[in-house]
C-alpha cells in the first residue's frame, strides 16, 4: 500500500483516470479535487506504482476522528484487479469507525462483505444509476423565469438545505453541506424576497447532486435549469458531467435522460460499513411530507 503524495505522481494519476472515464468517475473527480487545493482533505491510496491495479481515496486522518461521521469517512474506488482491492480495503481503512465506501466496479459489495464478515461489521448497500454526459457543451441555453433569480448558495441556506436534504437532518449532514457550500459549485434559485426556490450543490468527487426544490414550487423545470448549469460549470471546471439518481426516483431519471446524460451499464454502490455506529443519518431517503429525493 502506498500513499500518493508527490503532485507530479498525482497529476499523472488523474490524466490516467481521465482517460479510462467513464469507469474512473468517483476516484477521477476525488483525485482532481485534491490536485485543485483538497479542500475535503483527502488523500490517495493505490496498491502499487506507477503499475497500478487499484486505487482508493480516503479522508486524511486529521479530519477522520469522528468514528460516527460516515459523510467525512468517505472512500472512492477504482480497480483493474479485484483482488488488489481487497488487499487494499483490508488495509487502507479504520474497520472501527461508521465509513462508505462507493464506486462503479462489480465486485465492490462482495469485497466489502467478505471483510467485514471477518471482522463482524454490518453492512448496508444502496444502489444509484450514474449518468454521465459526453459533452455539456451541447445543452441549451437556459433561459430563466423573470420572477426567480440566479445565484450561488451561501451558508445562510444551511439551515434550510439540512431540513429539507432527504439524506440531512443532524449535525453531520449540516457539517457536510457547509463544507460543500463553502468549497465547490453551487447554484441555487431565489424569488424576489431573496427566498431559496430551488438549488443543487456538487461534492469532492465532482458529482452534481444535493438537488432539491421547495414543495410548493415543483413541477416548473427548476431541476432541469439547474442540472445545466451545474454539468456546464463542472465541465468548465475539467470534471466530467455526471451524477446519481435514485433507482426510484423516475423524475429525475426521466430529467437526465431528456439533456441527453448517459446512464451507465453499471450501478453505483454505496456501501455504508459499521453503519450501526450512527443510526441517523441514513443514506434510505425516508422523505418527510413535502420532502422528495434528489
Given amino acids: 500500500m502506498l ?54 481515496t480516503r479522508p486524511r486522518k486529521e479530519v477522520a476522528l469522528d468514528g460516527s461521521d460516515f459523510y467525512t469517512n468517505m472512500y472512492a474506488a477504482y480497480y ?3 483482488g488488489a482491492y481487497r488487499a487494499l480495503l483490508s488495509s487502507a481503512v479504520n474497520w472501527n469507525q461508521a465509513f462508505c465506501i462507493h464506486g462503479l ?23 444509484y444509476f450514474t ?12 433561459q430563466l423565469d423573470p420572477a426567480v433569480r440566479l445565484s450561488t448558495l451561501d451558508v ?13 437532518g443532524n449535525k453531520y449532514s449540516k457539517r457536510f453541506l457547509e463544507r460543500l457550500i463553502r468549497h465547490f459549485p453551487s447554484f441555487c434559485l431565489l424569488d424576489s424576497a431573496g427566498h431559496l426556490l430551488s438549488w443543487t450543490v456538487s461534492d469532492p468527487y465532482g458529482a452534481m447532486g444535493r438537488s432539491v426544490t421547495m414543495p410548493e414550487h415543483r413541477g416548473r423545470g427548476y431541476n432541469g ?3 445545466n448549469l451545474i454539468a456546464k460549470r463542472l ?32 450501478l453505483c454502490h454505496f456501501i455504508l460499513h459499521n453503519a450501526a455506529l450512527h443510526r441517523t443519518p441514513t443514506l434510505t431517503p425516508s422523505p418527510a411530507p413535502g420532502k422528495a429525493p434528489a
Wanted: aromatic residues 8%; neutral net charge; hydrophobic residues 35%.
Fill in 3 to 56: 500513499i500518493l503524495s508527490c503532485s507530479s505522481k498525482l497529476q499523472l494519476l488523474e490524466a490516467t483516470l481521465r482517460r479510462r472515464l467513464p469507469e474512473t468517475l468517483q476516484v477521477h473527480g476525488a483525485v482532481k479535487t485534491i490536485n485543485c487545493g483538497n479542500p475535503a482533505a483527502q488523500e490517495v491510496l493505490v496498491d502499487s506504482w506507477p503499475d497500478f491495479k487499484a486505487v482508493l
Fill in 80 to 82: 483493474r484487479d479485484l
Fill in 105 to 127: 466496479r462489480d465486485g465492490l459489495y462482495e469485497a466489502s462483505r467478505d471483510i467485514a464478515n471477518t471482522k463482524g461489521v454490518k453492512l448496508e448497500v444502496f444502489r
Fill in 131 to 142: 449518468y454521465f454526459h459526453p459533452d455539456p457543451n451541447t445543452l441549451p441555453e437556459i
Fill in 156 to 168: 445562510s441556506h444551511l439551515d434550510l438545505m439540512n431540513e429539507m436534504w432527504p439524506y440531512g
Fill in 225 to 227: 435549469v439547474l442540472n
Fill in 235 to 266: 465541465h468548465a471546471l475539467g470534471y466530467p458531467s455526471y451524477g446519481h439518481v435514485a433507482v426510484d426516483n423516475y423524475p429525475m431519471q426521466r430529467l437526465q435522460e431528456r439533456q441527453s446524460f448517459q446512464r451507465q451499464p453499471n
